[in-house]
């Protein structure tokens, strides 16, 4: 039976296929100059879905429906929010995108990530995840390869597409396993079974194993993130920011609830292992960040360094911890959405990605340049932007949990990035271009640009200065899970 809390519970769902239904009905009627428009009808949709959703799909107390496939919680939703938000941003910075922009194809595989995504933070069941985990990537793996014409994008298309297949392969056999020997996919039952001594310690670490395969390789995680700075580097640049943000969110979101869910009766055993890959993971992405002379890559590598950030708050296995992990992921979508962003609107108009092509940037486009330091200031955890309050809570977190060694480890990272990001801001302020005539190259900013740039910018700040109201949410979608 239809019920409203089944209705809540999948709203946003059905609002974003009801928007993708109208773009593919209305976009072959546009003439090829006013396709762009898909950009903001994307958008929009995308910004009144999430305040629809806010008004009437706002969960109560948990709740299992579909059969007990979806979990109706807090954490699902502060999600689904994320992921929305994410994608809404991108439909802007796609718009002016040369080859992808005036195609309504990627809005529509954009919209069907979008989907998958969503029905991964709040999967209850391992058939429902594993569907909402390939409904996300395909689309992804097309959008990543996009530019037929590009060389770069055809390889990071392909090489997406083989290594995410592998992963998902292992991690599907992982979920066979847990099937197997539990006879149930229901994750809420799960931890029952192991709790209950029925099955051996080493099947249980073997079927972790198996999964965090699957699972490391969406978050980009040491030593499953080798996909990462090629892929970035070749996609269109929309593509590489929404990869990096809301896809990496998406692997967070599962991370969390599965690992909290299924095996907490085994925490003390994976936290360690976790924690060994966190260190290592934080550490390898930001020494290959320094090396890097493309921006794309070094936020690429940058990225790979987060990962391992946000999975202290993981390792404290804590309302404090998940709290953090959401907190974290929302400062850090904003902010490398942000990031990459004006990669792409400095690209736009120049065509060029190596640190080098940024000198007298400030002198280009002042504005351009601070939403530049911003975004990295934020990336290296400084004040008053929302990077610096998303790492002291993983830390903290790190450090009630007993983990102080791993949070010496991240702020001796915190460190490492803060030289390699200001070095790339050397180029923007003290460096001046080959002629020193900047103000005959200027790079202006389209209207979408510019909207979504000053959100995103606008973002950080807030979540970085008024963090009160984001973190309590954050701690309300934690409490589900304990």
Not at 1 to 19: G, N
Not at 154 to 179: Q, V
Not at 192 to 210: K, N, Y
């Amino acid at each position: 039976m239809f019920t409203p809390i089944m209705f809540a519970s999948i709203l946003p769902e059905i609002l974003i296929l009801v928007l993708a239904v109208i773009l593919l009905c209305v976009e072959p009627f546009w003439k090829q100059d006013q396709r762009r428009n898909a950009g903001w009808l994307t958008a929009g949709g995308l910004f009144l879905a999430i305040i629809i959703s806010l008004l009437f799909g706002q969960p109560g107390e948990p709740t299992a429906v579909l059969g007990g496939m979806i979990r109706f919680d807090w954490l699902g939703f502060f999600f689904k929010l994320l992921f929305m938000f994410a994608a809404a941003a991108t439909a802007l910075l796609l718009m002016d995108h040369e080859k992808a922009g005036q195609r309504g194809e990627a809005y529509l595989l954009l919209l069907a990530s979008l989907l998958g995504m969503n029905l991964m933070a709040v999967s209850a069941d391992l058939i429902m995840l594993y569907l909402a985990i390939e409904t996300a990537s395909i689309p992804l793996y097309i959008l990543a390869g996009f530019l037929l014409t590009d060389d770069r994008s055809t390889e990071a298309g392909f090489k997406y597409l083989l290594f995410g297949t592998l992963a998902s392969t292992i991690m599907l056999y992982g979920f066979s396993l847990i099937f197997g020997f539990a006879g149930t996919t229901n994750l809420y039952q799960l931890s029952q079974l192991f709790s209950s001594g029925e099955i051996s310690v080493f099947l249980a670490f073997s079927i972790f194993a198996l999964v965090i395969v699957g699972l490391g390789f969406k978050i980009a995680i040491v030593p499953f993130q080798f996909w990462a700075p090629d892929v970035y580097q070749g996609s269109p640049t929309p593509v590489a920011g929404f990869l990096s943000t809301a896809s990496k969110a998406a692997g967070f979101a599962v991370v969390i609830r599965f690992f909290f869910v299924a095996f907490p009766d085994y925490a003390p055993s994976w936290t360690v292992i976790l924690a060994a890959l966190s260190a290592i993971t934080m550490t390898v992405g930001n020494l290959l960040a320094i090396s890097q002379t493309n921006i794309k890559r070094l936020i690429a590598y940058s990225s790979v360094a987060h990962a391992g950030y946000a999975l202290i708050g993981a390792v404290a296995f804590s309302q404090l911890g998940a709290a953090s992990v959401v907190f974290y992921l929302a400062a850090y979508i904003a902010t490398n959405l942000l990031a990459f962003g004006v990669v792409m609107a400095f690209s736009r108009v120049t065509g060029l990605e190596d640190l080098k092509d940024y000198a007298g940037m400030s002198r280009r486009n002042p504005w351009l340049a601070l939403m530049m330091l911003a975004a990295f200031l934020s990336l290296a955890g400084m004040p008053p932007f929302g990077g610096f309050v998303a790492k002291v809570f993983v830390f903290a977190a790190g450090v009630q949990a007993g983990y102080t060694w791993l949070v010496i480890v991240g702020i001796l990272n915190s460190i490492i990035g803060v030289y390699y990001y200001l070095n790339a801001m050397k180029f923007v302020y003290l460096y001046r271009m080959v002629n020193e005539d900047e103000e005959n190259h200027p790079i202006p900013l389209t209207r979408p640009y510019a909207i979504a740039l000053a959100v995103l910018a606008l973002g950080v700040i807030l979540v970085g200065t008024l963090f009160a109201p984001w973190f309590s949410w954050s701690n309300a979608a934690a409490l589900n899970l304990f």
